[in-house]
């Protein structure tokens, strides 16, 4: 998948948050590693928050930075598992306009080479909502680097060819 030089490199203000009832910024070892791999590569932290697993305080997240014009992009790490508690894919699902199904298939597709078929538990998702792309890995760290390293950092680097989401950001509010 090969990055085209000639283009310019575009930053992309991204959105972190971390689902969970007991991480703190302290101990949020997959946010950090989620900050850690977005400015890396040369994008914009554009904020950074906690939140509960519940899907109204999630879903109001979101919506403050769909809303935000400093926020293209969220990628949320945590709660996408199997257990009552696990409400990510929910609170997505009540905010986004499209869902993009691919990402999903693909990320467990990758984790299937690290964790096996306990893959399979994860309920990782993307979509778009009013023009702001969501992304939903596990809690784990080496899930943030399966999805960062795996997808993300290509998918979101405006040079990646044949096509990246970067260039579709100007489109994704025509109707």
Same mark, same amino acid.
């Given at each position: 998948?090969?990055? *085209? ?9 991204? /959105? ?11 101990? !949020? ?8 791999? $977005? ?8 904020? #950074? ?8 305080? $999630?879903?109001? #997240?979101?919506?403050?930075? $769909? ?6 992009? +969220? ?15 929910? /609170?997505?699902?009540?905010?986004? *306009? ?14 299937? /080479? ?5 893959? +399979? ?8 909502? #009013?023009?702001?792309? $969501? ?21 979101? !680097?405006?040079r990646h060819r044949p096509c990246n989401f970067v260039e579709l950001m100007p489109r994704l509010m025509e109707r």
């Amino acid at each position: 998948m090969p990055i *085209d030089e000639s283009r310019p490199f575009l930053p992309v203000r991204i /959105a972190a948050l971390t689902v969970s009832d007991t991480r703190t910024l302290a101990d !949020d070892r997959s946010g950090d590693t989620l900050a850690q791999r $977005i400015e890396g590569a040369g994008h914009i932290l554009a904020a #950074r928050q906690i939140v509960r697993d519940e899907v109204d305080a $999630i879903v109001a #997240r979101l919506h403050a930075w $769909i809303d935000d014009p400093a926020v293209d992009c +969220i990628v949320t790490t945590g709660g996408t598992g199997v257990t009552g508690r696990d409400v990510t894919p929910e /609170a997505l699902a009540r905010v986004w *306009d499209k869902e993009i199904p691919g990402f999903g298939e693909l990320f467990r597709w990758l984790s299937y /080479a690290t964790i096996g078929t306990s893959t +399979i538990q994860s309920r990782a998702t993307a979509g778009v909502a #009013r023009g702001t792309y $969501i992304f939903a890995l596990p809690g784990s760290t080496g899930a943030v680097k399966d999805a960062w390293d795996g997808l993300l950092a290509t998918q979101l !680097d405006s040079r990646h060819r044949p096509c990246n989401f970067v260039e579709l950001m100007p489109r994704l509010m025509e109707r």
